[in-house]
């Protein structure tokens, strides 16, 4: 049984910072790509950050370059997502997914981020 447990999530001001964490189970978390994605309402579930299996490749999307940071410690099967300088347009549900070729593919339920003053 998968499971993908996010956390870390809550409120936060403008110019804060949160840090994720995504746990992983039932799974060799090794050898699985990592990547957080996020869902505003209105909005589509948008990719945020992805690390390789081994932690050496790491890509964002443009609007959070120099503010988020995806990392992984496969020791303790947990992906994180560093975020700083956070903006109100950064507010979204938070997930966690896994991926390992084109037939295993897992989701956690989210973590809710809100930036506000």
């Known amino acids: 049984q998968v499971q993908l447990v996010e956390s870390g999530g809550g409120l936060v001001q403008p110019g804060g910072s949160l840090r994720l964490s995504c746990a992983a189970s039932?799974?060799?978390?090794?050898?699985?790509?990592m990547s957080w994605y996020r869902q505003a309402p209105g909005n589509e579930r948008e990719l945020v950050a992805g690390?390789?299996?081994?932690?050496?490749?790491?890509n964002y999307v443009d609007s959070v370059k120099g503010r988020f940071t995806i990392s992984r410690d496969n020791a303790k099967n947990t992906v994180y997502l560093q975020m700083n300088s956070l903006k109100p347009e950064d507010t979204a549900v938070y997930y966690c997914?896994?991926?390992?070729?084109?037939?295993?593919?897992?989701w956690g339920k989210g973590t809710l981020v809100t930036v506000s003053s």
């Open positions: 997914r896994a991926r390992r070729g084109r037939t295993r593919d897992y």
């Open positions: 039932g799974l060799t978390f090794s050898t699985y790509a």
């Open positions: 690390i390789t299996s081994y932690g050496g490749v790491t």
